[in-house]
T-cell receptor
Framework: AQSVTQLDSQVPVFEEAPVELRCNYS??????LFWYVQYPNQGLQLLLK??????LVKGINGFEAEFNKSQTSFHLRKPSVHISDTAEYFC????????????FGAGTTVTVRA | GAVVSQHPSWVICKSGTSVKIECRSL??????MFWYRQFPKQSLMLMAT?????????EQGVEKDKFLINHASLTLSTLTVTSAHPEDSSFYIC??????????????FGPGTRLTVT
């Protein structure tokens, strides 16, 4: 069974600075990878996904992530954050053996300060 | 596209009463919908998988008689919390998987329902 580890529970960052949120997964088979963002008291919004092809994936709001199969990682990055990027970020994995259900990481709280 | 709605967005009920939460896929058909529960500052916990026209599959530890799930059509699933108690207070989120395209696991999430049991 796959598991997802988000290595940072909280990431404080200054406005216009870069940010990286780390995500590692454990699976020996092909997986699909997702990053979701959750604003307070809201549902989850898809930021980006890796299904196949190029390992560098670009998403909404200037976010991108890189799939690294050898390191089983899918780290999320943004070169310059805004106050509005303050939110909870979840990495998720799905695979065929689990009927493509999503397994979520514990989440990373990003707080952007002026 | 791929919009999922939930109703109500928040509800307060008295202990012992039942509450129904609706989850609708507005612009696509979903054979599979999921129900999650989220505690403050925590990740999502999958409660059950709802398949259109069949019984829901509950995750280990989730009481199926307490959390009744019905998926009567390709666009609607409901979660009924029966005989609610204060410990059932939580944020409930549904999601839907589109019938179109190969399976990838991508889910579209509703905005969530905040349940408070007094």
């Amino acid at each position: 069974a796959q598991s997802v580890t988000q290595l940072d529970s909280q990431v404080p960052v200054f406005e216009e600075a870069p940010v990286e949120l780390r995500c590692n997964y454990s699976s020996s088979v092909s997986v699909y990878l997702f990053w979701y963002v959750q604003y307070p008291n809201q549902g989850l919004q898809l930021l980006l996904k890796y299904l196949s092809g190029s390992t560098l994936v670009k998403g909404i709001n200037g976010f991108e992530a890189e799939f690294n199969k050898s390191q089983t990682s899918f780290h999320l990055r943004k070169p310059s954050v805004h106050i509005s990027d303050t939110a909870e970020y979840f990495c998720a994995v799905s695979e065929r053996s689990n009927d493509y259900k999503l397994s979520f990481g514990a989440g990373t709280t990003v707080t952007v300060r002026a | 596209g791929a919009v999922v709605s939930q109703h109500p967005s928040w509800v307060i009920c008295k202990s012992g009463t039942s509450v129904k939460i609706e989850c609708r896929s507005l612009d696509f058909q979903a054979t599979t919908m999921f129900w999650y529960r989220q505690f403050p500052k925590q990740s999502l916990m999958l409660m059950a998988t709802s398949n259109e026209g069949s019984k829901a599959t509950y995750e280990q530890g989730v009481e199926k008689d307490k959390f009744l799930i019905n998926h009567a059509s390709l666009t609607l699933s409901t979660l009924t919390v029966t005989s609610a108690h204060p410990e059932d207070s939580s944020f409930y989120i549904c999601s839907a998987r589109s019938v179109q395209g190969p399976p990838t696991g991508e889910q579209y999430f509703g905005p969530g329902t905040r349940l408070t049991v007094t």
